[in-house]
């Protein structure tokens, strides 16, 4: 790795040929905060991810040793000539990898490590029977005990033996006498074996400051015979003590507190039912029953209607008659009685849950493990009531509260009770850096918008936008210097109201002599900055220039062909609608929605329109539209789904045909998938070929020209048009296909020419030629006019789909739909599309959604972005803050109705936009 250059240097990047950039020279600065940004598609992913931090983390590599480079993912050199003053790395982006059900916000920014080694050294134990504090004593603790509370007094020191000890052994050590009945005796002139247990007196003494070290060596004495000590003060009470925890009242022992204890990937501390999960796998009675306004009869029990499993339908309605059940009622007018007749049997018959605990005792068996996956759920664990930790680890607490309590606290919440809490000076002592540590990360979690998170909440259920900033609140809490931060849009995700802390806390990392570049759209970040990079002028093989490097006052004054300024300047903007959809029509309504933070709301979805529905992070957008409302729909439309969202019911679910969720997920995963054979034009196209009388010559039929089938394509490289060599230690090497020279078809087919291009040629060409190319289709340029219109008129027909950004996936699939043949009455939802989307991409995204809903659909969005919303026919603005303070309706109503409602954040920020 090159030396760090020194501050106000510059990062040289020379001759950056990855994807779709055209051999450019670029210059960032050092200890400087820079914005790159462009059209979507632009090349800013491949500059800044796929040169700079490739780049940097391979020269990384290259400085382990051999032994080490064996062990870590190998990074291929990027297409440039040369990079200078690069610092180390590290990207931070907008997606959310992780998949592990272990994995919490706590564990991930270290907070609840922190918190485990509080509760291990300040942590007080109280035994759940007594609810009293247990406590560890020593000679000296129980010392200064007695001169506090019995000054003055006798006391007589003792320690118990083992039930019919001989006490003989005890003479032998000194001892003399015995402590009975009150009272004190000799030993040896008792002459009498004891039956059970007898308490050897260690010292007899006045308590008081002379007799303190009696008493410890009296007490230290008792310890090396035993765990306890007994202390009776003459004519008093009588004391019992453990140098163990133990509880004084029921004298139950407990275990020391190890921050080992408190882990749940420990087996140490995890719950032995669950495994250190929260929860189990259980036959879940609603996926049994996905359709209660079914009879028995009518195949209510869904598994029972598979043609493998009629038998056991006999069975049951045989068994429902016997009992009296009446198979024709719907399933939901049937007694709690009747229910748990059918799910759990009698002595005569096992039940649907007893039939598929016999299936269980088969799960090595492929095909019954994936049926009986369909029809389980996630349940609360009920040993540890979801906090997957023993019993031993609640039963710890620090001024109150466990562990569990802390995990299910807001962040917000979580500091402020850190903020109160009073330790002792001693407590102080011990624990002070440890607090410091989690004071400080709670405070990097507040300032990225994130004070609505729990401790507890699953890593894998964070959005994009969401890990980013906890990985960014991790990055602030390791203060390095000297170093590249690399972040892909951190304003995923993030309301408008939250955007001054996200870019106070990015000013803050580059105080720290940091290099800061951010791949951004928002305008507000790129006036923020120091230094601008623009990327284009157009998107695909369009773009790949710089459009325009320097500061921002140069870049408003001379950027003339900067599409980013002109919005900046005002000078093009994406105008209001002159006119509102009217929202008084059909609708679907949510009643009593109750899932995770949303307060049992009722909420009205117009149909015919397109509905934003805001609010800032964690106020409950998603719990609503996707855990509730998507997922009841898909389960209405017996799709599979996961578990529907705490709700009451749901109305006007009849007037709609269907439910899609378009996301920006990949459109496929290898690089045989592609826009024409997503959106199934690549067929038509297929077929033309081969009509061709020069084709039928040829025996070329349209498999021919599929590179996912044996006949057309080239075998050697299997229609990859590459292959990987392994280089051991070194970076494998992708190596273009000797045979096809990266053209994925065999020679015949590539010999074969339609117009005067093959089969290659004509996967190379953009959207925007191709429509020329087959003019005289209808069937193909009515799919790629779609694909032109929603803004993908640059991509090339046989482009990967691997190398497809997210938004353009998106509008892809947008693309699949518009193109479908007609077909009306269709609730569309996304999330967030505006993600990754230039402000002028988001004028197209707006016209193909209006094209949806002029076509007689829906269209739902969860979004943040004010360019979008102020487009909106209806907004539901849910808040007001995030978390538990969050999940309650604003506003609802046009942006203009919004704009009218003080209390609604998003209405704030709208204004300006609505003039």
Not at 508 to 533: F, G, P, W
Not at 536 to 548: L, T
Not at 826 to 840: A, S
Request: hydrophobic share 35%; with cysteine; net charge positive.
């Amino acid at each position: 790795m090159a030396k760090t250059a020194k501050r106000n240097g510059y990062i040289k990047i020379k001759g950056a040929r990855e994807n779709n950039l055209k051999n450019i020279d670029v210059l960032i600065p050092q200890n400087r905060f820079t914005v790159v940004t462009g059209l979507s598609g632009s090349g800013k992913s491949s500059l800044v991810l796929d040169t700079v931090y490739k780049e940097g983390l391979r020269r990384y590599i290259d400085c382990l040793s051999t032994y080490a480079r064996q062990f870590i993912e190998k990074v291929e050199r990027p297409a440039m000539d040369d990079i200078e003053g690069l610092p180390t790395p590290i990207a931070i982006e907008s997606r959310n990898s992780v998949i592990n059900s272990r994995s919490t916000v706590g564990t991930t920014t270290e907070i609840y490590d922190y918190v485990r080694l509080l509760f291990a050294k300040i942590g007080k134990t109280r035994c759940p029977e007594c609810e009293e504090r247990v406590t560890e004593h020593s000679p000296q603790s129980i010392m200064r005990l007695l001169i506090e509370k019995f000054p003055g007094k006798r006391a007589v020191i003792c320690f118990e033996t083992e039930e019919g000890a001989s006490l003989s052994q005890y003479m032998k050590k000194g001892y003399s006498r015995a402590y009975r009945d009150g009272k004190t005796e000799d030993i040896e002139k008792s002459g009498k074996q004891p039956v059970g247990k007898t308490q050897i007196v260690t010292a007899r003494t006045a308590i008081g400051e002379r007799s303190k070290s009696r008493i410890t060596e009296a007490l230290e004495a008792a310890f090396s015979e035993d765990s306890r000590a007994f202390v009776h003060i003459v004519s008093g009470q009588s004391l019992r003590f453990s140098k163990e925890l133990r509880c004084d009242s029921c004298d139950t022992a407990f275990e020391k507190p190890t921050p080992n204890m408190f882990s749940f990937n420990s087996p140490y501390g995890a719950c032995e039912e669950c495994s250190g999960f929260g929860r189990n796998l259980e036959i879940d009675p609603e996926l049994l029953v996905p359709d209660p306004g079914l009879s028995l009869a009518e195949g209510a029990i869904e598994p029972f209607t598979k043609t493998s499993y009629r038998r056991q339908m006999r069975k049951l309605l045989a068994f429902a008659e016997d009992a009296g059940i009446d198979t024709e009622k719907p399933f939901s007018k049937l007694s709690a009685r009747e229910k748990d007749l059918v799910f759990s049997g009698n002595d005569d018959y096992y039940g649907v849950k007893g039939y598929f605990r016999r299936l269980e005792r088969k799960n090595y068996k492929t095909h019954i493990r994936v049926f009986l996956s369909r029809y389980r759920s996630a349940f609360t664990c009920g040993d540890c009531g979801g906090s997957r930790l023993k019993e031993k680890a609640l039963n710890v607490r620090i001024e109150g509260e466990n562990i569990f309590d802390l995990s299910r606290m807001s962040v917000k919440d979580l500091k402020s009770w850190f903020d109160c809490i009073t330790p002792s000076a001693y407590e102080l002592e011990i624990a002070s850096d440890i607090m410091k540590e989690i004071n400080s990360r709670l405070d990097f979690l507040i300032h990225v918008g994130l004070d609505y998170l729990t401790l507890s909440r699953l890593t894998r259920t964070l959005s994009g936008g969401e890990a980013q900033r906890i990985n960014l609140a991790c990055q602030m809490s390791s203060r390095l210097t000297e170093t590249l931060y690399i972040l892909d849009e951190p304003s995923i995700g993030l309301h408008a109201r939250d955007m001054n802390r996200l870019n106070s806390l990015i000013r803050e990392l580059r105080v720290r002599n940091n290099t800061i570049i951010l791949i951004e759209h928002d305008l507000d970040t790129v006036k923020s900055a120091d230094y601008i990079v623009e990327l284009g002028p157009q998107a695909g093989d369009g773009g790949g220039e710089i459009v325009y490097q320097g500061t921002l006052r140069n870049f408003l004054r001379s950027a003339k062909n900067s599409i980013t300024k002109k919005y900046l300047a005002n000078e093009k903007r994406i105008e209001v609608p002159s006119s509102r959809r009217k929202t008084t029509g059909n609708s679907i309504n949510v009643i009593g929605a109750g899932e995770n933070n949303l307060k049992n709301i009722d909420v009205r979805f117009p149909l015919g329109s397109l509905t934003c529905v805001t609010g800032v992070s964690g106020s409950g957008k998603s719990s609503l539209v996707n855990d509730i409302l998507y997922n009841a729909l898909l389960r209405k439309f017996r799709r599979k789904t996961d578990r529907v969202g705490k709700h009451e019911r749901i109305e006007g679910t009849d007037n709609i045909d269907d439910v899609i969720i378009l996301d920006q997920a990949s459109i496929g995963r290898t690089s045989r998938s592609n826009p024409v054979t997503y959106i199934k034009v690549y067929d038509d196209i297929r077929k033309i070929l081969a009509g061709h009388y020069q084709a039928k010559l040829r025996k070329l039929t349209p498999s021919h020209f599929s590179f996912n089938v044996r006949g057309g394509r080239c075998e050697k490289c299997m229609g990859e048009g590459s292959h990987r060599v392994e280089m051991h230690f070194l970076a494998d090497v992708m190596v273009t296909c000797e045979e096809c020279e990266g053209r994925r078809f065999g020679k015949e087919v590539l010999g074969y020419r339609y117009k005067g291009k093959n089969i290659d040629d004509i996967l190379n060409l953009t959207v925007d030629q191709a429509m020329g190319f087959f003019s005289e289709s209808i069937a193909v340029t009515r799919k790629l006019k779609v694909l032109k219109d929603v803004g993908c008129g640059y991509l090339r027909l046989g482009q990967p789909a691997t190398t497809l950004s997210g938004g353009e996936a998106q509008r892809i699939k947008i693309a699949r739909e518009l193109s479908r043949k007609k077909k009306n009455n269709i609730l569309y939802i996304l999330d967030e599309p505006t993600v990754g989307l230039h402000i002028d991409d988001i004028g197209k995204l707006l016209s193909v959604l209006n094209r949806l809903v002029d076509a007689g659909n829906s269209v739902i969005v969860i979004e943040h972005n004010l360019e979008m919303i102020k487009c909106a026919d209806h907004i539901i603005d849910l808040g007001p803050e995030g978390g538990d303070k969050g999940g309650r309706i604003v506003a609802v109503g046009t942006p203009e109705q919004v704009t009218s409602v003080k209390s609604s954040y998003t209405g704030e920020h709208l204004r300006p936009l609505l003039g």
